[in-house]
């Protein structure tokens, strides 16, 4: 029986939802999105749960996009890759704009969709060790949902920075354009993240950290919507480019296109 690729537990009302499938580095697959969705919700209903943390198992927090996925999408319509881009964008919105505070435990790197999940969380803690950033421009595809997010969480320049260049960034770099909230050696992260979790849950008002949170979410709500359906669909249009099939070919053939 294979493993389940989303792990759920609940400990001094602190839920942990932990991406499973660390021989794929975590890949963001149809699959694990689903999971992921139904763990959201899950703790959402859960009244046992007041802080949720997000974390992966093994050496990568999140690698982006699935490697076998990504081959299916060459064949897709734009239909298809729009259902698929609204897949993704639903889940960035739910955490995004869940009601209970979320923790990033970021133990390894998260890159492209992966770095979109660090992003739409409330906080984040990483190892020195783990790099971030958005590729997607070195594979002729574009970085349009987290966009969205990323505008909102970092100001407007540093966001077209990573997302223009596709730069790896460090953790402590990370930290510089307040992508992530701090940096913590590997041995002592999952105790630090554990009691910074606990204070939320001791020191704070669940219904004011919810009040607070949906406040601040309600801002550009409208605005935000609008966007990300846009950029769903420029997700989807940038697929069938030329740019894009031809990086993705690199990529799975683990050469370096020539733009």
Do not use: Y
């Given at each position: 029986m294979e493993s389940p690729i989303v792990l759920t537990q609940v400990e001094n009302r602190v839920g942990f939802i932990i991406l499973n499938r660390p021989e794929k580095r975590n890949a963001l697959s149809p699959q694990l999105i689903k999971e992921l969705g139904e763990a959201f919700s899950a703790m959402e209903k859960n009244q046992d749960v007041k802080v949720v943390v997000l974390k992966g198992e093994g050496k990568a927090f999140c690698a982006g996009a699935d490697l076998d996925y990504i081959q299916e999408m060459q064949n897709f319509t734009f239909e298809e890759n729009l259902t698929d881009s609204r897949r993704l964008k639903d889940l960035f919105l739910q955490i995004y704009e869940f009601p209970k505070v979320v923790i990033a435990q970021v133990e390894g790197h998260a890159l492209a969709g992966g770095c979109g999940l660090v992003t739409v969380c409330d906080f984040a803690f990483a190892v020195p060790h783990a790099l971030f950033g958005f590729t997607e421009v070195r594979i002729g595809f574009i970085p349009a949902l987290v966009s969205v997010f990323l505008g909102?969480?970092?100001?407007?320049?540093?966001?077209?920075?990573?997302?223009?260049?596709?730069?790896?960034?460090?953790?402590?770099?990370?930290?510089?354009?307040?992508?992530?909230?701090?940096?913590?050696?590997?041995?002592?992260?999952?105790?630090?993240?554990?009691?910074?979790?606990?204070?939320?849950?001791?020191?704070?008002?669940?219904?004011?950290?919810?009040?607070?949170?949906?406040?601040?979410?309600?801002?550009?709500?409208?605005?935000?919507?609008?966007?990300?359906?846009?950029?769903?669909?420029?997700?989807?249009?940038?697929?069938?480019?030329?740019?894009?099939?031809?990086?993705?070919?690199?990529?799975?053939?683990?050469?370096?296109?020539?733009?």
């Open positions: 909102e969480k970092i100001n407007q320049g540093k966001a077209s920075e990573l997302l223009l260049s596709g730069e790896l960034i460090s953790a402590e770099k990370a930290k510089d354009f307040q992508l992530i909230s701090e940096v913590m050696e590997p041995e002592s992260i999952a105790e630090k993240v554990d009691q910074f979790a606990q204070n939320l849950v001791k020191d704070n008002s669940g219904f004011s950290m919810m009040e607070t949170k949906s406040m601040l979410r309600s801002f550009s709500r409208k605005a935000r919507i609008d966007a990300l359906e846009t950029a769903a669909e420029l997700n989807a249009k940038a697929r069938s480019h030329e740019d894009c099939k031809k990086g993705i070919a690199a990529f799975l053939a683990k050469t370096k296109p020539e733009w």
